[in-house]
């Protein structure tokens, strides 16, 4: 006997499956249009409001991240780990004490300058150990330009140390499209094409932004705030570029950075359930490894909740605190982005 079918049930069975890659890359490039606009028509705003919300949250879900990326036994990793938690220590460590070693040592500002090309000369050479170490180890890496590369980087450290700094600040969101694509190609290598091919959108926004705010008046407002926000993005130092500009650059690339962290990340890399330790090789160790990773992230939870309020009580002021104690974060994705490699 016959089946009669509505005919639009027919309609939603012959309706093709919606295709995963193209929703990701949708969705990819809602998001980075988003943070263009925003950033671009709300720049000290918005940067403000990104920094409130995701900048401790963002901070925990690294750590908790390179938990997962960290082997429960460094076996022959031992002197790259090594190497990278030392460099961090004391490369974090330098450069919180620079303003307080140039006080000490005087002639101003030109002793600033050569402190922080020396430690931005000691930044690179500390990374092409690294890189060293990791081209030599599984899956093996030629990398012949490593050491010219890293010299000409220290040169130019030297040449323009005020610059140099400015190219980090904006070029250290661009890594988390890095952990991004990696993450894929581990997690969900079919989307990975896709992901790739969305990528031109960052810089398809940004000359957008340069072409509607490149030549604009400089962001008005001479609060604390507002010259804390414009300084950090290069105000002042970046010459005939408005500060409109480089705001809404700088703060469109973090929203992207804070995004990927917060959102992508634990999606791909620890299933959407990032107190979960289930994943951490470094908890299988043992019990105690387990307890001591659960204090970590309790503790760090603990210090997101007091960076929110610190922001509540006192935004400039936190804001300063906040940027100088990420700095451990910045360096702590060097040999993770290694590792990546």
Sequence with gaps: MATLTHPAAARRTATPAADPAAAFAAA????????????????????????????????????????????????????????????????????????????????GRDTWLVLLAAWNSALVLWAAALASIRRRQNPRRAWP????????????????????????VYLHP????VFLDAALGRRRPELRPAYRACLVAVPAALVL?????GSAADLPGTDVLTAQI???AGGGVVPHVS????????????????????VALPLLAVGGRPWRL?????????????????????????VVV????????????????????????????????????
């Design 28 to 107: 990819a490039v809602a998001v980075v249009a988003a943070a263009a606009l925003l950033a671009g028509w709300f720049p000290i705003g918005f940067s403000i409001a990104i920094v409130f919300l995701f900048a401790g949250p963002h901070n925990w879900l690294e750590a908790r991240y390179f938990m997962t990326r960290m082997p429960a036994r460094w076996g022959r990793l031992r002197w790259f780990f090594t190497l990278g938690i030392g460099g961090v220590v004391v490369l974090a460590a330098t450069m919180i004490a620079i303003p307080s070693i140039a006080a000490a040592l005087g002639d």
């Design 209 to 213: 932004l340069a072409l509607r705010l």
């Design 278 to 302: 289930a994943g951490v090789p470094l908890a299988r160790r043992s019990a105690a490894w387990r307890r001591g990773l659960t204090a970590v992230l309790v503790t760090g939870s603990l």
């Design 145 to 168: 330009w490593l050491w010219p590369t890293a010299f000409a980087l220290v040169a130019a450290a030297w040449l323009w140390p005020v610059g140099w700094s400015i190219g980090l």
């Design 230 to 232: 414009t300084h950090h």
């Design 174 to 177: 661009l890594l988390a499209l």
């Design 243 to 262: 500060t409109h500009f480089l705001v809404a650059a700088h703060t469109f690339l973090e929203m992207l950075h804070y995004a990927i962290w917060c």
């Design 306 to 341: 007091a960076f929110w309020a610190g922001f509540l009580i006192d935004y400039p002021l936190t804001r300063s605190l906040y940027f100088t104690v990420a700095l451990v974060h910045v360096l702590a994705e060097v040999p993770f982005l290694l590792r990546e490699a």
